[in-house]
């Protein structure tokens, strides 16, 4: 039996880290034999979708000879495949995203030159903002971190065909972005990203914020483990990630416990992707579902994922225009967050501001 | 015989007594060195209770004493009151006992008496033993100590890095075991390292559960140290059919890209790659790119479940996986589970008792793994 041979003490692997150093350099060795072949830049992403996007790259780098690069600002280069290798591997990301993935496509040799341009300028890494922390210091880190820096105040409008726009919700959303901000380099990696938010989150149960007084009732993350304080306010709801659904954190007693704290159950973190794998019949029926927009929900597999679902417990999140809004009336949604929510939000304040200001002035 | 054949009839742990423990040690007799052996299962426990009194066992036990003493046959008293006679096969003794019985018991026989071959039925025997010897429930487990955090992950990754892990690595059969013929067949071996007794030797007393995202991040460290492991030439040329839970960060290390390119075309396609749901329900998107990208290469993919309420949230249909790995406990719903999922795609793991084969068998399943099948 191998069991005993197999696994004697060893240094661990270092941790994956970018090749920005190396940039400029591989760019300008790859450019030798890269006529008639193509470079294809990524944006920067959150950590959950650079490793998705990683994993795919290098696929595509393995199936057609080229390399995958990554910039200090955690942009990804496949370089060095043909252009139907990397027309492949794009149509590979935009499944897996549920929606176009934004890239530049450099035709080499003739786009050398931005392609070197680009190469010189991502080997820098950005002035890092973060706290230097590492992880036996992240979990202080996190109890320290100032929660004006990470919080955004999003309203959630209740919308509709030929209805008075009403404030449904004042959700208090963790921005993972600034979060990663915050953090620095740690925040790379999905979950202590994702170890993180719950870290906030708890502090927040522990002592919610305070609001404004007459807002809409307030929507906040909860964590994972551990019964929250008391529900700050009448109608306030909780939202717990998607993850929650394998494990006791969405347990009928502790489903029960923040019910009797006063707390309505929201879920997050679904999406396009989301709904091409799982059957939101099993998510508890009580709770409210946070649907984050994105065109693919208009693809078949997301329209039967929802199929048979009350929309009355939907939340459409992330709406960035028009089209966001009418996928959501058409499907009888009612409550939308995101940009453009925020849009109509701060036009109708500043309209209001103009009519007070006018009154005032008159 | 393989190293894994006595394995399925390991029943050294369970609580019998006198004629049990004598019917067990026949059976594992009989795997063990092939002999053979016919075995009447008379079971009284389950007729009618008009006869269940003790004289009417006493009277079928003097009337069976005559018909079994030309076979040589062993007569065994089990606890819940249940007769097995074993004696060498040929004569057709028992056959003649079991259609005398048929006729007596009349509309129950079919319920009543059963024949089995050793050693073809071993595991079917070892059933009917744990079932007449009312089971015994593992003590729970005592309640976890402090959270784990951050500052332990950092701890535990610094003594990952030196500590041998070949005490916490489990390497498990896969058998196909049939309810009617056939000794169980090894499918495959699963191999994988046992995070919570890890963490409970290096850093004693800590609840990985309160930080799921963290144990998250522990376990890829773990995925990255085994894959690097068995992609060492002699491991990939020993590892043959294997299955692996990994989480979904490993697919893009050096590690797993080392052992993917060790395995070659034909070692791809006879691993399986298991994902625990939580891994699938923590990153859709990154569920989505590692199964594109592990269908490309040739693996087989399977969704790790911890607990059968968990696979009507994520139906295997959807997730596109070859198989599902369930752990039996001895509440389980079969009916439930034969709905959301064909039971020849289900292996159920965790199975520490006979009972756990009886009543996969009664959902259909035929693939079991488990400290009972030990390699």
């Not at chain 1, 927040?204 to 929250?228: C, I, N, T």
């Not at chain 2, 894994?4 to 029943?11: H, L, N, Q, R, S």
């Not at chain 2, 010897?133 to 784990?148: N, Y």
Request: charged fraction near 20%; charge should be neutral.
């Amino acid at each position: 039996m191998v069991v005993n041979a197999v696994l004697a003490p060893r240094t661990p692997a270092s941790p994956w880290h970018g090749a920005a150093g190396r940039l400029a350099l591989a760019a300008r060795q790859a450019l030798l034999g890269a006529a008639g072949r193509v470079a294809l830049r990524l944006a920067p992403a959150g950590p959950h979708r650079r490793r998705a996007v990683r994993l795919l790259l290098q696929e595509a780098a393995q199936a057609g000879g080229g390399r995958v690069l990554e910039s200090a600002a955690g942009e990804l280069l496949l370089l060095g495949v043909t252009a139907a290798e990397a027309a492949r591997a794009e149509a590979a990301l935009s499944h897996c995203a549920g929606g176009p993935v934004p890239g530049t496509l450099w035709h080499l040799p003739q786009d050398a030159a931005p392609l070197l341009a680009w190469a010189e300028a991502a080997a820098t890494p950005p002035a890092e903002a973060g706290v230097a922390c590492d992880l036996a210091s992240l979990d202080a880190a996190l109890a320290m971190l100032p929660l004006g820096q990470v919080l955004v105040r999003r309203e959630v409008l209740r919308l509709g065909p030929g209805r008075t726009p009403g404030f449904a919700l004042r959700r208090m959303a963790v921005s993972r972005t600034r979060l990663a901000a915050a953090l620095g380099p740690l925040s790379a990696d999905p979950d202590l990203l994702d170890h993180a938010m719950d870290r906030i989150a708890r502090r927040l149960a522990e002592a919610p914020p305070a609001d404004r007084a007459g807002a809409a009732p307030p929507m906040l993350p909860l964590p994972l483990r551990g019964d929250p304080a008391e529900a700050p306010a009448p109608g306030a709801t909780g939202v717990l990630p998607l993850v929650a659904a394998a494990g006791a954190a969405l347990s009928l007693p502790r489903r029960e416990r923040l019910a009797a704290a006063g707390w309505r159950l929201a879920i997050g973190g679904l999406d396009a992707a989301a709904l091409h794998l799982i059957a939101l019949g099993a998510l508890p029926g009580e709770a409210l579902l946070l649907l984050r927009w994105s065109p693919a929900l208009a693809d078949r597999a997301a329209q039967q994922a929802l199929r048979g679902l009350d929309p009355e417990r939907l939340v459409l999140t992330g709406c960035d225009g028009p089209e966001a809004f009418a996928w959501g009336f058409g499907r009888g949604i009612g409550c939308f967050a995101g940009p453009a929510v925020e849009a109509l939000v701060n036009a109708a304040r500043s309209d209001a501001a103009r009519v007070a200001g006018a009154e005032c002035g008159g | 015989m393989t190293a894994f054949g006595p394995a399925a009839v390991a029943a050294a742990e369970l609580p019998l007594a006198g004629d049990a423990a004598a019917l067990a040690a026949l059976a594992r007799n009989s795997v063990v060195a092939g002999v053979e052996r016919q075995v009447l299962h008379i079971r009284l426990g389950r007729l009618a209770s008009g006869l269940q009194h003790e004289h009417h066992h006493r009277l079928l036990r003097e009337a069976l004493a005559p018909m079994l003493r030309p076979s040589r046959a062993r007569l065994f008293a089990l606890p819940n009151g249940d007769l097995v006679a074993a004696a060498p096969p040929g004569g057709g003794h028992l056959e003649t006992v079991a259609t005398m019985l048929g006729t007596l018991f009349a509309g129950a026989a079919h319920r009543a008496v059963a024949l089995l071959r050793l050693p073809e039925q071993a595991a079917a025997l070892m059933v009917t033993i744990e079932a007449a010897v009312a089971p015994v429930a593992p003590p729970p487990l005592p309640p976890c100590g402090a959270a784990l955090t951050a500052t332990d992950a950092a701890a535990l990754e610094r003594a990952v890095g030196t500590a041998s892990l070949a005490a916490h690595l489990r390497c498990r059969p896969v058998m196909r075991i049939a309810p009617t013929c056939g000794a169980p067949e090894l499918q495959w071996t699963e191999w994988r390292l046992a995070l919570p007794t890890l963490c409970a030797a290096l850093l004693p007393g800590l609840d990985l559960r309160a930080a799921p995202a963290l144990a998250r991040w522990l376990r890829g460290l773990l995925d990255r140290r085994l894959l690097a492991e068995l992609a060492r030439p002699e491991e990939v040329r020993r590892l043959g059919h294997a299955g692996l839970a990994v989480g979904l960060a490993c697919l893009a290390t050096p590690e797993f890209q080392r052992l993917d390119g060790a395995l070659g075309q034909p070692g791809r396609a006879r691993l399986v790659l298991g994902f625990a749901a939580e891994e699938v329900l923590a990153d859709p998107e990154g569920f989505l790119a590692a199964r594109e990208v592990c269908r490309a290469r040739g693996y087989r993919l399977a969704l790790e479940l911890e607990d059968a309420a968990t696979l009507a949230l994520l139906p295997p249909e959807r997730l596109g996986v070859d198989l599902v790995r369930l752990p039996w406990t001895p509440g389980l719903e079969a009916r439930a589970m034969a709905a959301a999922v064909p039971p020849e795609r289900l292996v159920l793991a965790a199975v520490d008792r006979a009972a756990g084969i009886a009543w996969g068998w009664e959902a259909g399943i035929t693939l079991f793994e488990g400290p009972l099948l030990r390699g």
